[in-house]
């Protein structure tokens, strides 16, 4: 990932842009950071709410193993104990 301040980045927009296509470019102004993200379906976030987690195309790449695991039968769902729920929750 490069990281550029953002006049950096204003000072040579096209350079960046093309830069993104192939990796993430971070713009940093102030204490915020933008992200640049070629436009491709892989890459839209499915998340009604906006969620950056899903955006990242590794995330999403990785839930549609999964599903295609359990979809496949490789791998089956374990039910959540009353004693695993409060091993990994706490009292809840």
């Known amino acids: 990932m490069t990281v550029v ?3 950096v980045f204003a000072e040579n927009p096209i350079h960046y842009l093309d830069l993104a296509i192939k990796e993430e470019v971070a713009i940093k102004r102030g204490k915020k950071v933008f992200v640049l993200l070629p436009r ?3 890459y839209v976030n499915p998340s009604p709410s906006g969620d950056p987690y899903w955006a990242d195309p590794r995330n999403m790449e ?3 193993s999964r ?3 359990r979809d496949e039968g490789k791998v ?3 039910p959540l104990t009353p004693e695993k729920r409060k091993e990994w929750f706490g009292d809840l």
């Open 5 to 7: 301040s953002s006049r």
């Open 76 to 78: 089956k769902a374990l």
């Open 62 to 64: 990785e839930l549609e």
């Open 40 to 42: 491709d379906p892989k």
């Open 67 to 69: 599903l295609q695991e």
